[in-house]
Nanobody, 127 residues
Framework: QVQLVESGGGLVQAGGSLRLSCAAS????????VAWFRQAPGKDREFVAA????????YYGDSVKGRFTISRDNAKNTVDLQMNGLKPEDTAVYYC????????????????????WGQGTQVTVSS
């Protein structure tokens, strides 16, 4: 399985921006489907965004659509999450997850579709 490491979390004021990065080991990360999830204290893990292998579409959770952008840089072996217009309710630990295949669209938003996970990075948005 690919090893994932997230970075870029931190403390930001409401309305600010952060860019998270998910770095992977191995030369084949560009062939993986990758997603970002988040989990706030006392809440279930929530789908944030996904980018699927061989697919030009990007998929977003309803709560972040229009504010967050997922992208990949195959040269750097990373998948980034640009977060703009941050709100206090975006406060959570953000996780990167990867699937070596090409999940069907309905599965992209489910954490069970992903076999590899990073340790997470904390994002805190103050009001």
């Amino acid at each position: 399985q690919v090893q994932l490491v997230e970075s870029g979390g931190g403390l930001v004021q409401a309305g600010g921006s952060l860019r998270l990065s998910c770095a992977a080991s191995g030369p084949t990360f560009s062939t993986y489907s990758v997603a970002w999830f988040r989990q706030a204290p006392g809440k279930d893990r929530e789908f944030v965004a996904a980018i699927r292998r061989g697919d030009t579409n990007r998929y977003y959770g309803d709560s972040v659509k229009g504010r967050f952008t997922i992208s990949r840089d195959n040269a750097k072996n990373t998948v980034d999450l640009q977060m703009n217009g941050l709100k206090p309710e975006d406060t959570a630990v953000y996780y990167c997850a990867a699937n070596s295949g090409r999940p069907i669209t309905s599965s992209l938003r489910r954490d069970m579709a992903y076999a590899s996970w990073g340790q997470g990075t904390q994002v805190t948005v103050s009001s």
